[in-house]
């Protein structure tokens, strides 16, 4: 009779332990059966809305991609007022225009660029506050053509 106790009492904890992992896994499992099956690994997905951004440090390098045609990436980061320089690089051979975009958490946009290549600019933060980054193909909204994924890289370094 122990033995049947130990053993539910075993098999009970292994699977408490299996469903709590279940539960933890990140929702981006889901999500990432919807994209095209030629996507790129994107360690911050899903980040299709600022509500699901990852915020982000200042000078630190992130690695993420647009993988479809309709995919919008999102990063949030609190600034205080000053210089705020960003460095973008593609890190594939896609000739597809990217825009990005610094935005107000209140969606006002204080830098917009559309870029072929890779680039870097400099922008003024006018306020202490949280301010997102957005990158997109420029016609993602209403794009139908399917794109290849493009890999990217950014540091932003902003006043803390």
Request: a positive charge; proline letters at 6%.
């Amino acid at each position: 009779m122990k033995k049947v106790v130990i053993s539910l009492l075993t098999l009970a904890v292994a699977l408490s332990a299996s469903a709590s992992a279940f539960a933890a896994e990140p929702a981006k499992n889901i999500k990432s059966s919807q994209k095209a099956a030629a996507s790129v690994t994107d360690p911050y997905e899903p980040n299709d809305s600022v509500a699901f951004a990852p915020f982000i440090n200042s000078n630190v390098s992130y690695t993420a991609a647009i993988n479809h045609n309709k995919d919008v990436d999102y990063f949030n980061f609190y600034a205080k007022p000053g210089t705020f320089n960003f460095a973008f690089s593609r890190l594939s051979t896609s000739s597809e225009s990217i825009t990005i975009w610094v935005r107000k958490s209140t969606g006002e946009t204080v830098h917009r660029v559309v870029i072929k290549g890779n680039t870097s600019f400099s922008v003024n933060i006018p306020e202490e506050g949280q301010y997102y980054i957005q990158l997109m193909a420029p016609n993602a909204i209403f794009e139908t053509n399917p794109i290849a994924p493009i890999p990217y890289s950014f540091k932003a370094i902003f006043n803390q």
